[in-house]
């Protein structure tokens, strides 16, 4: 069963059908559109809520976070950002694979509707064109007829008339036999006009017109298939987010339980410690000793003992609960309690061994560069790195001060001071070497070990690991280098090399051959591919 059959008088039924196909299509466009809305609103709000309750950075914060419940908070609240850019995405999967997508097919079924009702119109013009024609013949064949008949009665007429002439009788039978003439004429112009009709009728009917309403029909039905996928993709797109949207619901179960009472507690005895011991009982002040004292007492003048001095108000009120007034911060820490004084300066002290680790590393880089510079002239000036190695120089020997004075702070307040103990065998460009300690003090290398150590003493013991460092990228040499100084080796322009460890800044890079043997070659001599994470 097909429209170009059962339905071959319906068109206008089939135009206004398809036509609310049409419609149909994009009304469902304007529901997805109107649903993208609610998304990207509903996650706008999210984002904005979640943002109003996560804190500013600052010290409270930082405090506030070592708390399990506290943490577990942030945790949901950037589990609910995720979930917000979740429902974004889905707002964005609809807008691009149903409202875009289906509207572009929109326009193209709708010029193809558009096309085939044009065709169906000048197939209707075509016959009823036709019919008029052959009305045309066929009034004519009536009109001629008419006139023969009433020529040929007028001569019939005319000859059985007495008084008519034979002349009178010759001309009306001419007339009468040249309307009759006409009149066959006009006849089968109506019969050839006839035939042709109904074989365009035909045409109609039977081809044309059900080619037509069967492209519709199919249109049609490609219009509900679109449809239906633009029905599942609204599902679908959904579902594809969902299990992202259950990890962020994991997320929010297991920051839940992740929450620890016990040590949120243990977390705030060791947050605000004061490691003061606990007040002793008040001895008992006998003022009425002064009563039974003799007036000659001579020693007016001499001050009284501790426990003479009368009771202050403040003593009259219960520790701790007494406001305590804000102190004044000092450098070291004093204003605190012991042992949150220990932990302040513990953790000055550490700060400043980073510090002081980094500078010695670039020390030791600077050291190396300039060695290399000296030894390769063409690769730049040596003493161009001099004011970067006595920057370097000086922003290490205040670490040094420091930490010296930070331990003895942190010795004062009953700290172990091992955490200050720092020293680094560095070269100092005279190719000695020299041992510095925190203090600022050094010692000249007595020992024979000590003097053969080199400047890349600290890389060495890199390569002696048992484990190889795995490499972290490739690299092709573009120049051939000679490697004479120690801790580099030497490479020949086209070979490939392992890279182990990226260019810190001072233009070398620790790379590693096929046969084991690592070291430091300049980075601007290779190009280097590193691996993707």
């Known amino acids: 069963m097909d429209w170009g059959t059962d339905l071959w008088d319906q068109y206008e039924t089939i ?44 010290n409270k914060e ?17 589990e609910m950002n995720d979930y917000a850019g979740q429902r974004e995405v889905i707002a964005e999967n609809m807008m691009l694979n149903i409202c875009v997508e289906v509207t572009k097919y929109l326009q193209e ?16 013009q075509i016959l009823e064109s036709s019919y008029k024609q052959l009305d045309s013949s066929k009034k004519r064949f009536e009109r001629e007829w008419r006139e023969a008949e009433k020529a040929s009665q007028y001569a019939e007429k005319t000859d059985q008339d007495i008084n008519a002439t034979k002349a009178d009788v010759e001309r009306a039978k001419t007339l009468a036999h040249a309307r009759l003439h006409v009149a066959e004429e006009c006849k089968n112009d109506y019969a050839a006009q006839l035939q042709k009709y109904n074989r365009e009728q035909n045409q109609f009917y039977f081809s044309d017109m059900p080619q037509i309403f069967n492209k519709l029909q199919e249109m049609d039905e490609r ?20 299990p992202i949207i259950g990890k962020c619901l994991d997320g929010i179960a297991k920051a839940a339980a992740s929450t620890n009472e016990r040590n949120d507690s243990l977390t705030l005895i060791e947050m605000h410690k004061s490691g003061f011991e606990r007040p002793g009982d008040l001895e008992f002040e006998d003022y009425s000793q002064g009563i039974n004292r003799a007036s000659s007492d001579s ?19 219960l520790w701790p609960f007494t406001k305590k007034s804000k102190p004044t911060i000092t450098e070291d820490f004093a204003h605190l309690p012991p042992e949150q004084r220990r932990k302040k300066l513990q953790q000055k002290i550490d700060e400043l061994n980073k510090e002081l680790q980094k500078e010695v590393d670039q020390s030791e880089a600077l050291s190396k560069m300039k060695d290399v510079y000296e030894k390769n002239p063409q690769m730049g000036d040596p003493s161009s790195l001099a004011p970067q190695i006595a920057q370097t120089a000086h922003n290490m020997d205040r670490l040094r001060g420091e930490l010296q004075k930070y331990g003895s702070w942190l010795a004062e307040a009953g700290g172990s001071s091992e955490g200050t103990r720092y020293s680094v065998t560095f070269n100092n460009n005279n190719g000695s070497h020299e041992k510095y300690s925190p203090d600022g003090a050094h010692s000249d290398g007595s020992n024979p070990d000590q ?16 484990d190889p460092v795995p490499p972290i990228g490739k690299c092709t040499a573009l120049y051939s280098f000679a490697g004479s100084s120690e801790g580099t080796i030497s490479m020949t322009d086209g070979e490939i090399f392992s890279v182990v460890e990226e260019d810190k800044g001072d233009g070398w890079t620790r790379v590693r051959r096929a046969n084991g043997d690592e070291g430091y070659i300049p980075t601007s001599y290779v190009k280097i591919t590193l691996h993707r994470k």
């Open 62 to 78: 930082e405090q506030e976070c070592r708390f399990s419940h506290y943490q577990s908070f942030q945790d949901i609240l950037t």
């Open 299 to 317: 020693s007016l003048g001499t001050p009284k003992c501790p426990h003479d001095r009368p009771m202050s108000r403040n003593r009259n009120k």
């Open 223 to 242: 219009r509900i298939r679109k449809l239906a996928e633009g029905y599942n993709t609204f599902a679908e797109t959904e579902k594809r987010v969902m």
């Open 15 to 58: 135009e206004k059908h398809t036509q609310w196909g049409l419609d149909q299509v994009e009304k469902y466009v304007k529901f997805v559109k109107e649903r993208t809305e609610i998304e990207q609103s509903y996650a706008k709000q999210l984002r904005s809520l979640t943002k109003k309750y996560i804190p500013k950075r600052g």
């Open 109 to 124: 079924i709708k010029q193809e509707r558009k096309t085939y009702l044009a065709e169906g119109r000048k197939a209707q």
């Open 451 to 466: 003097t053969s150590q080199a400047v890349y003493a600290e890389f060495d013991d890199d390569f002696d690991d048992e």
